[in-house]
């Protein structure tokens, strides 16, 4: 691919690339634009270092891709409600996003895109990883492929931020809701078709998956643990090493991801806007 007027360094054979030659704090000109639209569709997900996002500047980047979600559960900024803060304090001992995960599927109308950016990282550990769910589907065989294409599952945020939710009982730095006793459940296909690349995907993450559509858990576990173990192999992924400043984008439509809980006794500081998507089919 070519781009005309940033620098593209993929940093695995799956899918990530780093970015170079961008502010995404100035006003970008559309052809920029266009090459990081670009660049997110070709990589599912983009990073950027070196970065100084003002919450106004990060939630106007994230507005050049389409609306802004406000998390149903987790509170945003007093006055950006739009941005979340993720904080994981020295004492604390969870931290969020600590699981592998496709943000706000729990939702009808699932996220498009989370822009996180890095206030203060640990001295060491607090990466996160991201699998391509494009690779994962094609790596199946064409017979579960047939099976799965047509299968429907369904999406809770009950087990993170139900009345038990994991969520809303292990933090105490970040603001969170529990949801009331009725979770909203969501259908949503197993097997996806990106709007914007008519490229399938695996659309299952263990976090708000709860089971396939007229089927039990119990009878949906079987099938849902292979695929939960599938679509996270080590060739599906890659990593990403945070510095101050750095900003990764990706793609829920088509990543799944999990931010690594191995420095405590660390402070760990970011900031998260996520752009809305449509309805997965
Ligand atoms: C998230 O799931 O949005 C958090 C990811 C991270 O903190 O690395």
Known sequence: ??????????????????????DLGAELDNETFDDIHQAFLDHQVIFFRNQKLTPEQHATFGRRFGSLNIHPYVKGMADHPEAMEIIKEAHEKVNFGGGWHSDMSFQEEPALGSILYA??????????????????????????????????????????????????????????????????????????????????????????????KNMTRRESRPLLQFLFDHCTQEQFTCRFRWSAGAVAFWDNRSVQHFALNDYQGHRRHMRRVTVNGDRPH
Do not use: C, W
């Open 119 to 212: 206030l203060e990282v640990p001295a060491f550990g607090g990466d996160t990883l991201f699998a391509s769910q494009h690779r994962a589907y094609e790596s199946l065989s064409d017979g579960m492929k047939e099976m799965l294409d047509g299968m429907i599952a369904i999406h809770t945020a009950e087990k993170e931020y139900g009345q038990k939710g994991f969520s809303a009982q292990n933090r105490s730095s970040m603001d969170i809701d529990r949801a009331g006793d009725d979770v909203p459940k969501h259908e949503h296909p197993v097997v996806r078709t990106h709007p914007e690349t008519g490229r399938k995907a695996l659309y299952i993450n263990p976090a708000f998956t709860m089971h396939f």
């Open 1 to 22: 691919m070519s781009y005309k007027n940033i620098e593209v360094k993929p940093v695995s054979g799956a899918l990530g690339a780093e970015i170079e030659g961008v």
